[in-house]
């Protein structure tokens, strides 16, 4: 039986560069469906949102296999724009200063005892 570290080597995240190269093949064998295309973008474009260790030829590599596939699989070129959902991005909260609390009337102000607001 293979050691657990040999499984560790088996099974890893698939680098940016492989994707690409996969969609390329796809591209060029014309053995791509329009589903197939638009899940290998996603994972590729979230691939090319965290820039360790990639360098510009990474993003041309994909823009010119963009560029292809409209060019030569026009039908799974307009799937893909079609059906193109961005990534969600988690709004931050609202950073609260000083002067926003002064202005704010739902702000809760704490009354001194023994005095009346009226």
């Known amino acids: 039986m293979p050691k657990p570290e040999s499984f560790r080597e088996l099974i890893h995240p ?19 469906s329009p589903p197939e295309a638009l899940a290998l973008a996603g994972a590729i474009h979230a691939g090319l949102r965290k820039p360790h260790r990639l360098n510009g030829a990474a993003y041309a590599q994909y ?17 893909i724009v079609a059906n193109w959902r961005p990534p969600t991005i988690r709004p931050s909260a609202s950073k609260r200063t000083y002067t926003d609390s002064l202005f704010d009337d739902t702000a809760v102000v704490p009354v001194p005892r023994g005095k009346n607001v009226s």
């Open 14 to 32: 698939a680098a940016v560069s492989d994707m690409l190269a996969l969609f390329q093949s796809l591209l060029e064998s014309r053995e791509i």
């Open 63 to 79: 823009a010119r296999a963009m560029a292809l596939l409209e060019h030569h699989l026009p039908d799974v070129y307009r799937h």
